[in-house]
């Protein structure tokens, strides 16, 4: 199964972009990368998902290496809302399967 | 809107009891899914269904059975708890395969 491979955590300060990588070296072409948030106490929120292109929407935006070896979401302007737990996630081609990591801890700055 | 409904919010099992972990969404979607959640951990999905009558496993299914007789519900059995099932539970649901997942609040399970 093709693994992700995120940094523990990062810090931003508020009204500022974050740009939070993803490495998926082992990723199959028919792969969707998908990211997800966690809020303390709460279940995973789903953020944005792509396959080859980038993609855009009110929450962020996802910028996919030519390659589809790395990944990274992109926050324009963080806010304490946004302090949460990124999951940065390979779905498996053709199955229902979401492969999740460990996350990036994401700590937004007053 | 309900969306995915999880109950019990909480519960504390003895070593050895059975119970069941109920999830139950109204949005029509054909996709569910259960995962856990250990301290620290990312999500580990369990079992997951693709429709009524039709489940399959994920990483971690050992200890764990499912049914999918409705659309609507999905519980999740533990048929002997053991202390290492101790872990937060969530439940999820999508409209299709590459569609977004929809979680609940999740079950937090203690087991002496």
């Known amino acids: 199964d093709a693994k992700t491979t995120q940094p523990n955590s990062m810090e931003s300060n508020e009204e500022e972009p974050v740009h939070l990588p993803c490495n998926h070296s082992t990723i199959s072409g028919t792969d969707y990368i998908h990211w997800y948030r966690q809020l303390p106490s709460q279940g995973p929120e789903y953020v944005i998902h792509?396959?080859?292109s980038n993609v855009n929407n009110r929450m962020a935006s996802l910028a996919i290496a030519e390659d589809r070896k790395s990944s990274t979401l992109i926050l324009h302007r963080a806010t304490l809302r946004d302090a949460a737990v990124y999951y940065c996630?390979?779905?498996?081609?053709?199955?229902?399967?979401?492969?999740f990591g460990t996350g990036t801890r994401l700590k937004v700055l007053a | 809107n309900a969306g995915v409904t999880q109950t019990p919010k909480f519960q504390v099992l003895k070593t050895g009891q059975s119970m069941t972990l109920q999830c139950a969404q109204d949005?029509?979607?054909?996709?569910m899914s259960w995962y856990r959640q250990d301290p620290g951990m990312g999500l580990r999905l369990i079992h997951y269904?693709?429709?009524?009558?039709?489940?399959d496993q994920g990483e971690v299914p050992n200890g764990y059975n499912v049914s999918r007789s409705t659309t609507e519900d999905f519980p999740l059995r533990l048929l002997s708890a053991a202390p290492s099932q101790t872990s937060v539970y969530f439940c999820?649901?999508?409209?299709?395969?590459?569609?977004?997942?929809?979680f609940g609040d999740g079950t937090r399970l203690s087991i002496l």
């Open positions: 792509g396959l080859t």
């Open positions: 996630i390979l779905k498996m081609g053709g199955t229902y399967k979401y492969i």
């Open positions: 949005m029509n979607h054909e996709y």
């Open positions: 999820a649901s999508s409209l299709g395969a590459s569609q977004p997942q929809h």
């Open positions: 269904s693709v429709g009524a009558g039709i489940t």
